[in-house]
């Protein structure tokens, strides 16, 4: 009786709101959190104890140096009232357990893409808004479908950028097993510059090899800002949303440290982390934001300072560390059967201020194939400009690494390199065998990834340009590096098998090859009969 009478008490709403909550695996920790929250008397969050939930503090300051603008720790001491102002409905100063509900569906529950963006430019709009900066978004409607108008200048997709990076980061500072350190704001000006790129207007030309444009006033309609991440950064609302799901989480697990305030502080004056000489955290995030599931966890984690020390794991290749040519790349990433990441570094011969940084992903491991072959992967543009092009389906291309033959003498010798796209003799990306040069062709030549320039400025003719350096970064995790450390022992151990000589299947000393080869060498005109 008691069951059926608490059942009846609960309102449609609230069992609607726990059903979509119990679907993602959230309810039971949103009880808990909700519990550690709220006032046991009135059974609702006070909106103070909610912001706080949400809140950190900025340290450090801009500059001239900084990489954000002079009013981002303004706009984002703002960040945690704008989230429980826009989400986060109240009844008589308190949140209800249905709002409180409601409130984590709009910010992280499972819906399409473009309804997530609508609700993270709906937070960037607010949190300007309230740091005092000029209203640039009108929202149409308060629905969960709402449609946005208005436009964004250069310098707003910036801080838009830099926000999304600090929530991702605190998201997995709290998942994470170990302590992780500041790794600094990023530089996102390839992603920026991608921004004005797709949404600017048509006629008007732009240098993007300048870096001054970011200052210009170009307005960008938040239309295409919209069509620009969803096709460029569809993870990018995920930010948001994996932000307010893992501060929940994380007081419904750590009550006793809700009041560490250093936990949550982020110092956007500490330099941006660099990998490699090509791969940082901004390029890692970028290209994190266009994959989904292990992909994206993998490469991701080479932003995380604590995993300076697990650097090796991923880093498979440079050429600057290895030497250059095929034969020094092979014998690095030979036997890594798992995705890796190709970086390439270069310029055209006759313009070497202007370097462009290419690379390409492919979902297995390289082998020594005459022909083309792959299941998937994406070509990237991404620097000084970034864009990804994804597999178009019409060809399976992707990628053809080739070696030297066995074969001594062939009459028509297929090219020793590493391409991809396109096909044999017209590939959209060629490297040759001493890595000193790369052809880059236009994208009406390759129908395995989609059409775009690789750099800007590219033209219909074939390029041959200048390698500056070669990075390879293995994404299998550690199981990938375990297995090639195995198959590179046993390749080693049979090299060293082949080369030793067992002097007992020759006899004794009379009747070795060696003496015979000495007593040529030391009379070469002596006539020698065999004993009979």
């Keep these: ?130 740091a005092g900066l000029p209203e640039k978004l009108q929202i149409v409607s308060d629905e969960d479908d709402c449609k946005i108008s208005g436009f964004l200048l250069p310098v707003d997709v910036q801080m838009l950028l830099s926000m999304c990076w600090i929530m991702w980061w605190d998201s997995n500072k709290l998942k994470a097993s170990s302590t992780l350190g500041d790794s600094g704001l990023p530089d996102v000006t390839h992603l920026v510059l991608s921004a004005i790129n797709s949404c600017a207007e048509a006629d008007k030309k732009m240098d993007l090899w300048d870096n001054s444009i970011l200052d210009m006033d170009i307005q960008l309609p938040v239309a295409k800002i919209i069509m620009w991440a969803l096709k460029t950064v569809p993870s990018l609302s995920d930010c948001f949303g994996k932000f307010v799901h893992a501060r929940l989480f994380y007081v419904a697990a750590h009550e006793e440290k809700l009041d560490q305030a250093d936990l949550f502080s982020h110092d956007i004056s500490a330099k941006e982390r660099s990998v490699g000489h090509l791969l940082n955290s901004g390029r890692a995030w970028a290209i994190s934001l266009t994959l989904r599931g292990n992909l994206s966890e993998e490469i991701s984690k080479v932003c995380f300072p604590s995993a300076a020390e697990e650097v090796d794991d991923y880093l498979l290749y440079r050429s600057s560390l290895h030497g250059k040519g095929l034969n020094r790349f092979w014998s690095n990433i030979e036997g890594y059967n798992a995705p890796l990441l190709i970086l390439i570094s270069a310029h055209e011969a006759n313009n070497d201020a202007r370097r462009w940084t290419i690379g390409s992903l492919i979902h297995q491991g390289l082998e ?101 350096d070669v990075e390879v970064l293995g994404l299998g995790g550690k199981r990938a590096r375990d297995i090639q450390s195995s198959y590179k022992k046993r390749e080693e151990l049979f090299t060293e098998q082949r080369r030793k000589v067992d002097l007992k299947t020759f006899g004794n000393w009379e009747d070795s090859p060696e003496k015979m080869m000495m007593d040529m060498v030391s009379d070469p005109n002596r006539v020698r009969r065999e004993d009979r």
């Design 368 to 468: 020594n194939h005459d022909t083309f072959y792959g299941t998937s992967g994406s070509l990237y543009s991404i620097s000084p400009v970034f864009h990804v092009f994804t597999p178009s389906g019409k060809e399976k291309n992707f990628v053809y690494s080739h070696l030297h033959g066995t074969v001594k003498y062939e009459a028509h010798p297929k090219p020793v390199g590493l391409a991809f796209g396109g096909s044999s003799g017209n590939e959209r990306i060629f490297v040759d065998e001493d890595f000193a040069k790369v052809i880059v062709r236009h994208h009406a030549c390759d129908k395995t990834y989609h059409h775009g320039p690789l750099y800007p400025d590219q033209g219909f003719l074939p390029v041959e340009a200048l390698i500056m």
């Design 1 to 130: 009786m008691g069951q059926s009478s608490s059942a009846e008490q609960v309102s449609p709403e609230q069992r609607e709101a726990e059903s979509v909550a119990a679907s993602t695996g959230a309810l039971p920790n949103l009880k808990k959190a909700f519990s550690v929250l709220s006032d046991p008397q009135t059974h609702s969050i006070s909106i103070h104890s909610l912001q706080k939930c949400f809140g950190f503090s900025i340290d450090g300051s801009t500059n001239e140096e900084s990489v954000v603008p002079k009013e981002f720790p303004v706009l984002m001491s703002n960040l945690s009232s704008s989230i429980v102002d826009l989400f986060f409905l109240s009844e008589k100063g308190g949140i209800s357990w249905v709002e409180f509900l409601k409130g984590h569906i709009k910010c992280s529950g499972r819906t399409v893409s473009s309804a997530s963006l609508n609700s993270l430019l709906r937070l960037f709009g607010m949190v300007s808004v309230k």
